[in-house]
């Protein structure tokens, strides 16, 4: 009998999903891009945060995005990013917090299997007072209490979020290794016949 508590073999998932890609969601500060990386390395698939893309392709940050063209442009860009990388298998890609907030991402999300990082909303402040740049960085928490921003973002976004495949509850002191192994076995048990084309025994 397959033992559902252990991590998978990781080269053996890979094959199991027919190299179908990983997006990781969640608010900022969730670790979709530490763990994202690790979770790439683990299954040998390539790794791309869309965030960095649209800096490269626009050839400015994100808050300068925000500052001179406004969010409706930042979101153009993130869609045009995402279907580009929907089209290819073998990916974990990292997304940014709000890109399940425009219905049109969830056609491309769907090519592959969504998986939400959902850290406690203290553990995500915490992550964020730990480097106060990072917050300067976030447009969208400018406001006199990016804690209370940050909490209104998670009360509108969690109904979206939801729609994930799988959703990793992720504790305080858990490292992104830990957290990869929790996603691994997480796969496991959420696989779509689509997928696999089969149903592991």
Excluded at 6 to 32: C, D, F, W
Aim: with cysteine.
């Amino acid at each position: 009998m397959t033992d559902f508590s252990e991590p998978p073999n990781p080269q053996h998932l890979a094959t199991l999903i027919r190299g179908t890609s990983l997006y990781l969601v969640g608010l900022m500060g969730s670790g979709k891009s530490s763990t994202g990386r690790q979770l790439a390395a683990a299954l040998d698939y390539r790794f791309f945060d869309t965030d960095q893309l649209i800096e490269q392709a626009a050839g400015q940050s994100i808050a300068q995005i925000f500052a001179t063209e406004g969010e409706a442009a930042f979101r153009q860009l993130e869609t045009q990013v995402l279907a580009q990388l929907s089209a290819y298998k073998r990916l974990v890609v990292a997304t940014g917090g709000g890109i399940v907030t425009q219905q049109e991402n969830w056609g491309y999300l769907r090519h592959g299997l969504v998986i939400w990082l959902d850290p406690t909303l203290e553990t995500i402040v915490e992550r964020l007072r730990a480097d106060p740049a990072e917050i300067a960085q976030r447009p969208l928490l400018q406001s006199p209490d990016p804690v209370a921003a940050l909490a209104e973002l998670r009360d509108c976004r969690s109904a979206q979020y939801a729609q994930a495949d799988l959703q990793v509850a992720i504790e305080p002191e858990q490292s992104p290794a830990q957290v990869v192994d929790q996603i691994l076995v997480g796969i496991r048990g959420v696989l779509r016949p689509e997928v696999t084309g089969s149903t592991e025994n």
